[in-house]
């Protein structure tokens, strides 16, 4: 049973585009909701996160929006850079367990 | 930032051999997880341990096993390879709100 589903697969932009990958999830009990960041070769990183209580943040380029009653959030790029060509994970945080999505390819074209 | 560290990163082995994949982190985290994860795609939760003795199964079967008996130490056994244990295992650390990773252990078994 997949509790954060994650979309698109994949995902191509040109440079300077934006690039939006969208989460949903179904456990209420989910308290914090993170991005990683993830290279080849690499274990994913922390991102960026929010917290239900909050609808978006924003860091640098990254921004979250997060829709408590859809209980979906999504993660958007803005100019992105062919060094953000990378595979990106949401999650979802209960107590100590991490549930990840399923993973977004995103390819940035020069 | 945490440290965490896993060794071997590549490893190549024949059918039936016993293995020990290590994970050893430096800051104290009691949360401890391994991931198994094919290239570009989901992360699955095979173990966890949440302190000193305390290890438990994650979401993925896996004919794996884990121990903790120091804290900073969480080294994952395959008692005999199998082809269809070919992936990459990272193991991760940290807090209620975010996990570290390691680079991860590629492994192939022939």
């Known amino acids: 049973q997949q509790q954060v589903k994650q979309s698109p697969q994949s995902l191509i932009v040109q440079k300077g585009g934006i690039s939006i990958i969208n989460c949903a999830y179904e456990?209420?009990?989910?308290?914090?909701f993170p991005w990683y960041q993830q290279f080849p070769g690499k274990g994913p990183a922390l991102l960026i996160a929010?917290?239900?209580?909050?609808s978006e943040k924003k860091e640098g380029r990254f921004t979250i929006s997060f829709n408590k009653s859809a209980k979906q959030f999504s993660l958007h790029i803005m100019d992105s850079q062919p060094g953000d060509s990378a595979t990106y994970f949401c999650a979802a945080t209960s107590g100590s367990r991490l549930t990840f999505g399923e993973g977004t390819q995103l390819t940035v074209n020069p | 930032e945490a440290d965490i560290y896993q060794t071997p990163r590549y490893l190549v082995i024949g059918t039936g051999k016993k293995i020990t994949l290590e994970c050893s982190q430096t800051m104290g985290h009691d949360k401890m997880y391994w991931y198994q994860q094919d290239p570009g795609m989901e992360l699955h939760l095979i173990h966890y341990s949440y302190g000193v003795n305390s290890t438990e199964k994650g979401d993925l079967s896996s004919e794996s096993t884990v121990s903790r008996i120091r804290t900073e130490h969480f080294p994952l056994t395959l008692e005999s390879a199998r082809p269809s244990h070919t992936s990459q295992y990272l193991c991760a650390s940290g807090t209620t709100r975010e996990a570290f990773f390691g680079q991860g252990t590629r492994l192939t078994v022939v």
């Open positions: 456990n209420t009990a989910f308290d914090y």
């Open positions: 929010i917290r239900p209580d909050v």
